[in-house]
């Protein structure tokens, strides 16, 4: 029967598993199987992004991108590139959901378990959907198989890294990491951007011009140049936080508005009331802006 039989995410530098399904079969392929899942899952910082273990009835696939892997054990008939329209789904879900510094500090196996409940749903949805419904949409994922083929195993070399049987030349693939895509960017994005740019060119002056002034002569100003300064590298980041995906996106986004607003009061003085609200109303701005910009519900390119 062509299917998914057992998925996990793993943690790519030591192989700790972080979250597996837990629909386990007992059949003595399946469980040899999952052995072997597990011995290759401890060295898969040696080998590129993608690759197949292939056996007779029995097949692991598995794709790592940064911290973490995804891998999963398909019947042998299992359509390869359903296999990892799959895997790039499961990861994108993940990474949607746990940020690098809570994997990167995962010190027991199954630290994310309740992930199982999201690979019990996307498995399910790739064991049910028939291929010409799939078609469509696994356009993409084909193409780069086809030009960046998965590094080839044989299942019962897995655990030994000599198993590669792709030529030999493991070194010469390139790993294609999938990007995680944003919304669109709106109308009102592209005026927050450009609001964030003109606040950081004035911090950025005035820093600089009261910088030069206060190490010549009015040394207790540094604190009023640190100020200006903090708030210009607050505007960059926002703008990057806007235009980029980055994990823990809303708690840097709150730290940066936090400390416009913090710097801004502190400069009560040399900046008179309008001139700090305009400051603030741009970091709030650009703050909302950025969370309500959030990933597409689904890659689209992979997506069934």
């Not at 469980?31 to 007779?56: D, H, M, N, V």
């Not at 499961?90 to 994310?112: K, M, V």
């Given at each position: 029967m062509s299917m998914i039989f057992f998925a996990c995410v793993v943690r790519v530098r030591?192989?700790?598993?972080?979250?597996?399904?837990?629909?386990?079969?007992?059949?003595?392929?399946?469980?040899?199987?999952?052995?072997?899942?597990?011995?290759?899952?401890?060295?898969?910082?040696?080998?590129?992004?993608?690759?197949?273990?292939?056996?007779?009835?029995?097949?692991?696939?598995?794709?790592?991108?940064?911290?973490?892997?995804?891998?999963?054990?398909?019947?042998?008939?299992?359509?390869?590139?359903?296999?990892?329209?799959?895997?790039?789904?499961?990861?994108?879900?993940?990474?949607?959901?746990?940020?690098?510094?809570?994997?990167?500090?995962?010190?027991?196996?199954?630290?994310?378990?309740?992930?199982?409940?999201?690979?019990?749903?996307v498995k399910c949805h790739f064991n049910s959907v028939s291929l010409s419904q799939a078609k469509a949409k696994w356009a993409k994922v084909e193409e780069e198989l086809k030009f960046w083929p998965p590094v080839q195993l044989r299942l019962e070399d897995a655990a030994l890294p000599n198993g590669v049987t792709n030529g030999g030349h493991a070194g010469a693939h390139v790993e294609v990491v999938p990007t995680y895509r944003m919304q669109r960017v709106t109308p009102l994005g592209i005026l927050s951007l450009v609001l964030n740019i003109m606040c950081g060119a004035l911090n950025l002056i005035r820093g600089v011009h009261l910088a030069e002034y206060s190490f010549q002569e009015d040394h207790e100003g540094i604190g009023n140049v640190i100020a200006f300064l903090l708030p210009f590298l607050a505007c960059v980041f926002q703008c990057y936080l806007y235009l980029f995906y980055s994990s823990a996106r809303k708690v840097k986004t709150f730290v940066l508005l936090f400390s416009v607003c913090l710097c801004n009061i502190y400069l009560y003085g040399l900046r008179n009331l309008w001139q700090i609200a305009f400051h603030i109303g741009v970091a709030s701005l650009s703050s909302y802006q950025i969370l309500t910009r959030q990933l597409m519900e689904k890659q689209p390119d992979c997506g069934v």
């Open positions: 030591d192989g700790l598993p972080l979250s597996a399904s837990t629909d386990f079969h007992f059949n003595q392929d399946f469980l040899e199987c999952r052995k072997r899942l597990k011995a290759l899952s401890s060295i898969l910082a040696q080998y590129p992004s993608r690759g197949t273990a292939k056996g007779r009835d029995l097949s692991i696939h598995f794709l790592s991108s940064g911290d973490i892997a995804c891998m999963a054990i398909c019947s042998s008939n299992y359509s390869t590139v359903m296999a990892f329209c799959f895997l790039e789904e499961l990861q994108w879900e993940f990474a949607a959901s746990y940020d690098t510094t809570s994997i990167s500090l995962a010190s027991r196996p199954y630290a994310f378990l309740e992930f199982d409940n999201v690979i019990q749903k």
